[in-house]
């Protein structure tokens, strides 16, 4: 792999793996069209050319809507998609000591909001959105976090990878169009030798190739080609989980390099709603078309009739006089139920209607919370390859960003890892929770019954439970078992010299009668 990599040219290494990919991109040009035709245009699209109008918006509507709900399942907004977990040693070092436990949570839960401040800085919700319209149309795209700068998405037609037989990524080449201008200039001075006088002064763009593939030491070696000509300001390489290239699938299978998209697998509805669409809205044209008709030969003349005003009085048989008009009402019925069916169904697919939902003034917070659950439910098998080649490796990329420029603590190799807590893992936290409020319920059953059940309870581990299931931070919230002794002892103390003080009152009047009291 690495010795055919460095033989071929970042350019000769697109053409050739440009074959496997168009068939995948046939598809997702396919899928764009009854959607959203300028995701993914042909290769020979010109802006002077107009896009293909769809007869029907249900594509476009339901790709807009789902992009939406995978935005707020992949970076939900005032609240971190993600959890730092520690591991290893570490772990047993902190089971050893655990005084130490609460001063690394609040550590670790420190940096975790220095995370979310550094994506809501790059503004990083909207390229991302822009990536998974074309995830649901195309079922492919390419992102990349440079350095500086916010992320750069590139559609399937602007780049071509490689992968092994599990999936894993071997090799990314990406093409765009660049000025020679804004090329460093020792690179464009050859880029310009290449052409002649002529058109080296016509000439204001070239392709430039971004070369990614993995070396045999696991490392990504990156460069970038122009004519052959390579930059030498691009030569870098990556460890795996610090490559900021990430080639994402919506929907993946077993040996295929690309993956497909979730358009792709209703395009059979899509195409029936699009055809039928066309019909009705071409027989309806055609079915609201009047034309008068006058017999040959008859006293009534066209041209009196044509230039008739409203109230005009003319000379005619009205019997001379018939309108032909299709009468197609009830074929048109037929279209529109069909019609009806489909878009049913594919409103059903991209979720663009809720069972639950109803339609009201005020909707309780609690219809709200179980509308949330029924969304990542039925995103769930979708959003768990996303949260593997996208949350993680963007969380991961960050926090070695960050460190590096000691924007966080630098923490030990292997000590902390990221655990995403959206989508489907939050579908188990709020299960546990579930089963937890059931438990609890049942317990004050019992005690109806026997009151010494609810004494088998730890009142302070439920309460620290129910919080970790609605995800709350407990820091300074609840009171610590040192916090509680404490505040009794006070409390005793406080009663102790009440009862000092009420004895006192009490005995100082009697006290008072013995010593005036006259002796004798």
Known sequence: MMTENLINSAESRYNSLSEKREHFLERSRECSELTIPTLIPENSFTPTQDFYSPFQSVGSRGVNNLASKLLLLLLPPNQPFFRLAI??????????????????????????????????????????????KHLIVGGNVLCHLPKKGTMRIFPLNQYVCKRDGDGNLLEIVVK????????????????????????????????????????????????????????????????????????????????????????????????????????????????????????????????????ARNGDIISGNQDDVSVLQAQKFYDLQTVEKAIGRLEERLAYAFLLNTAIQRQAERVTAQEIRYMANELETAMGGIYSLLSQELQLPL??????????????????????????????????????????????????????????????????????????????????????????????????????????????????????????????
């Open 176 to 307: 765009e169009s660049v000025s020679i201008l804004g090329l460093e200039p020792e690179v464009r001075d050859l880029v310009l030798q290449q052409y002649n006088k002529e058109d080296a002064k016509s000439e204001t763009s070239c392709d430039l190739y971004t070369h990614i593939y993995k070396l045999p030491n696991k490392k990504f070696y990156v460069c970038q080609e122009v004519k052959g000509i390579k930059i030498p300001s691009s030569v870098g390489e990556h460890n795996e989980d610090q490559l900021p290239w990430l080639c994402l699938r919506m929907v993946r299978v077993d040996s295929e390099d690309y993956g497909r998209s979730y358009v792709e697998e209703f395009i059979g509805d899509l195409k029936s709603l699009e055809g039928l669409s066309q019909s009705l809205v071409e027989s309806a044209a055609a079915s609201s078309k009047m034309v008068f008709m006058v017999k040959p030969n008859s006293t009534t003349k066209k041209r009196d009739l044509a230039v």
């Open 395 to 520: 969380v991961s990329l960050l926090m070695t960003r960050m460190g590096s420029k000691n924007e966080i603590p630098k923490l030990p190799k292997g000590s902390v890892r990221p655990t995403i807590i959206t989508g489907v893992e939050a579908l188990g936290r709020g299960n546990d929770l579930q089963k937890l409020r059931e438990f609890v319920a049942e317990i004050g059953q019992l005690a109806q019954m026997n009151p010494q059940a609810v004494q088998m309870l730890n009142i302070g581990d439920l309460i620290e439970r129910l919080a970790t299931g609605h995800g709350i931070e407990t820091e300074n919230l609840i009171k610590s078992p040192e916090q509680l002794q404490a505040e009794q002892e006070q409390q005793m103390q406080m009663q102790q010299q009440q009862q000092m003080v009420e004895t006192a009152q009490a005995v100082a009047p009697k006290v008072a009668d013995n010593v005036t009291k006259p002796r004798g």
């Open 87 to 132: 591991q290893g040693k570490a772990k047993e070092q902190v089971q050893e000591q655990p005084q130490l436990k609460t001063a690394i949570e609040k550590s670790l839960a420190q940096i975790e909001r220095e995370v979310m401040g550094k994506i809501e800085s790059l503004a990083i919700r909207v390229p991302i959105f822009e990536a998974i």
